[in-house]
């Protein structure tokens, strides 16, 4: 097994398409080293920083938070289980308003039977006049309500 890996090699490997590896590599998140005939060849370590980046994705962080993240990393290393535990505890207060939110989201689509809805009365997502309209934009009945806001 050689160390290096091309950009199918990495891609097939990641189940990460080549374009968003070029794309993580213009935003400097992970490295390439480059051929005589300027062919991207990848640590097999940028495996690891590939997973990181996805996984960090998939939980709601940005890549501008990823990045940072990962420029904190001495040597701009691959993050360890134990850089992992530091970088994920700053970002756990959104996970567990995320989890919150989908946790009612998903209780109260339990009794929707899907609009048309036959029962106004319960819904949770009846507005009527579009009363809430001077909250703002958006699903103001899902949504974190500032304190004091009445329900």
């Not at 370590?45 to 980046?53: D, G, M, Q, T, W």
């Not at 691959?78 to 756990?92: M, V, Y």
């Not at 959104?94 to 989890?99: A, G, N, P, S, W």
């Amino acid at each position: 097994m050689h160390d290096l890996l091309t950009i199918g090699e990495l891609s097939v490997r990641s189940g990460v398409a080549p374009s968003a590896l070029r794309y993580y590599e213009r935003l400097g998140l992970i490295r390439a080293d480059r051929t005589s005939g300027n062919q991207r060849r990848y640590a097999r370590s940028e495996l690891r920083r590939v997973a990181f980046i996805r996984i960090s994705q998939q939980v709601g962080v940005s890549l501008d938070e990823i990045r940072a993240a990962l420029e904190s990393l001495p040597d701009s290393r691959t993050p360890s289980p134990q850089d992992w535990e530091r970088l994920s505890a700053s970002w756990r207060g959104r996970l567990d308003e995320k989890i919150r939110l989908l946790t009612k989201l998903r209780d109260d689509l339990d009794s929707c039977i899907g609009c048309g809805c036959l029962s106004l009365q319960r819904c949770t997502l009846y507005n009527p006049g579009d009363a809430l309209a001077g909250e703002g934009p958006g699903a103001r009945l899902m949504l974190p309500r500032p304190t004091g806001t009445p329900a």
